[in-house]
């Protein structure tokens, strides 16, 4: 397959084909429609499973059990839909069930509106569902990584027995960029299902049960120290981000997805004036790239923190910043997009924009 | 000589049971564990636990299982019988879960006609959380949450889940049963088995309601229980075939 023009969410659908989703189950939410829409052509021409589920809640508990059953299984929503499968996203993790999640933030919140914001980065990497758990969060910049990252992601999920969220805007939802499906997917291994809840006749001799229930306390804690044990090596395996600009920077920008995109051109205006800028991208949310942090040379002049929302990923780059240079934020909210322009004057004016 | 006469179904684990004495809930997992071994169907059925007092139930059934969130038990057997359609899948729902917040799930899982069997039981009221008052609850019940008795005014009625279910076309069996008495265990026993005969045909939903007991949480001997669920609750959930789509 060559390349090929296509919509986000669309091409977010094929990428999970290729990734080799079993099943699909959701509710329709602006603006991720075409993934549900694409999928329920292609998924039940195929003999794979397709289902309109009554709601949010109900989709992501039929997540949980084709999950459960040992099946490539995804469902796709945005903020106000990842917010009711927040419950089921969190007995998901507790059981231990590999899945994708793909989330296309609209502004928020409550209602909000339909067009592209970062107000989610909380939900994802926090999460609003109980307990002590993670997401392995992708925050891909462009259609092409996004495909990339979905292509993989069954794989990064079964192989830690933990969701995958694959975090994108109404943007990258709702744009079209000419992608390559057949770019070659890191080679990972996978193992076998054996704890599938598929019937005893497939492993004789053992139940298999998926379960988050722990009443006694000190099961539980073991339990919860597993789970920190297992997010301790996602953190050493998976973080991921990229470094631009890198060479000798006065400022640095950190910014993820679609804001990264608008903070590439701001950099190329910035260093046509004589402005050298560099950026760190964080490629994954959970685990964050602190470690990125260490390569920001002593002599810059500040951190300017840059996203779709009012300041949410801010809180993690003050954590891995840890005191040691000015940090400053520039956001825009509620849908608007920035001009890079407006980035090239917060750079400019840097000192208006330090928080800490 | 010995002879064996009587054991226990090796549908059910060997762990120790959870329930109160005197609750029926012993009796019905005894009835489905029974069920599924006569069927043959034991190494290929999923259970799905609710939260409740059968919360543990995927520690008794001897079979795979997965434990749900509150309420979304039809949800997670939709989604492995999708996956699984070959499999056999059920639910062990009481009244809080199922008639309560996991209305919505049940209600579109057998409009679907999911191919799965549902186990509904229904005491009138949350026993695990200690004795609120459930939508299934009767006018007048007392429970820790409506202490002067519940009341049409404040509460609303007692929903009726297999009258509601009955109009659904999805449906294709469903049975409300009781278990006060042997005549009426054996009677919920044939109810079960037919239900999980008619998923191994690819009918569609089946669900069996079956009226239970909660002595702890109504205050009552256990004997006294079964004489209320017959006498207070029976009146107002009849017992019956709903709806058989094998004798249409």
Sequence with gaps: ?356 | MWEVKYEKSQGLTDSKLSYCPGCAHGIIHKLVAESLVELGILDRSIAIASVGCSVFSYQFFNCDAQQAPHGRACALATGVKRVLPDNIVFTYQGDGDLASIGIAETIHAANRGENITVIFINNAIYGMTGGQMAPTSLIGQKTTTSQDGRTQKNHGNPIKISEMFATIEGVAYLERVAAYDPKHVLNAKKAIKKAFQYQMENRGFTMVEVVSTCPVNWGMKPVDAMKWSKEAMEPVYPLGVFKDKGRE
Excluded at chain 1, 153 to 179: C, H, K, W
Excluded at chain 1, 226 to 251: M, R
Aim: aromatic share 8%; glycine share 10%.
């Design chain 1, 1 to 356: 397959m060559a390349k090929v023009l296509m919509k986000g969410n669309e091409a977010i659908a094929l990428a999970a084909i290729k990734g080799g989703v079993d099943a699909f189950y959701g509710y329709p939410i602006t603006p991720q429609n075409e993934v549900p829409e694409y999928l329920s052509k292609h998924l039940l021409a195929n003999g794979k499973v397709f289902l309109q589920a009554e709601s949010e809640v109900s989709a992501i508990n039929m997540v949980y059990g084709a999950a459960g059953a040992g099946k490539r299984v995804m469902t796709s929503s945005s903020s106000p839909g990842i917010a009711l499968k927040q419950e089921g996203i969190s007995y998901i993790t507790a059981a231990e069930l590999p899945c994708l999640i793909v989330s296309v933030m609209r502004g928020g919140p409550g209602l909000g509106s339909i067009q592209p914001s970062q107000g989610d980065y909380y939900q994802a990497t926090r999460g609003g569902g109980n307990g002590d758990y993670h997401l392995i969060v992708f925050a891909p910049e462009s259609i092409q990584e996004t495909i990339d990252t979905i292509k993989e992601s069954f794989d990064i999920a079964d192989y830690y027995r933990n969701p995958v969220m694959v975090l994108v805007d109404g943007l990258i939802g709702q744009m079209m960029e000419s992608v390559d499906f057949d770019r070659p997917k890191k080679e990972r291994f996978v193992p076998e299902k054996d704890w599938a809840t598929n019937g005893t006749k497939n492993h004789p001799g053992r139940r298999n049960i998926a379960n988050s229930l722990y009443l006694d306390p000190a099961e539980l804690e073991q339990h919860n120290i597993k789970l920190h044990q297992k997010y301790e090596v996602i953190k050493k395996n998976e973080t991921k981000f990229e470094l631009i600009d890198f060479d000798n920077p006065e400022y640095v920008i950190v910014a993820y997805g679609t804001m990264a995109r608008i903070c590439r051109s701001a950099i190329e205006m910035l260093k046509n004036e004589g402005i050298e800028v560099g950026m760190i991208r964080p490629i994954t949310l959970f685990p964050y790239p602190e470690k990125a942090f260490e390569q920001i040379p002593e002599n810059v002049k500040g951190i300017l923190t840059c996203e779709l929302s009012m300041g949410q990923m801010l809180d993690d780059v003050l954590i891995a910043n840890n005191g040691k240079h000015k940090v400053g934020f520039f956001g825009r909210a509620g849908g608007m997009l920035p001009d890079p322009e407006e980035i090239v004057g917060a750079i400019k004016n840097f000192n208006e924009r330090v928080v800490k």
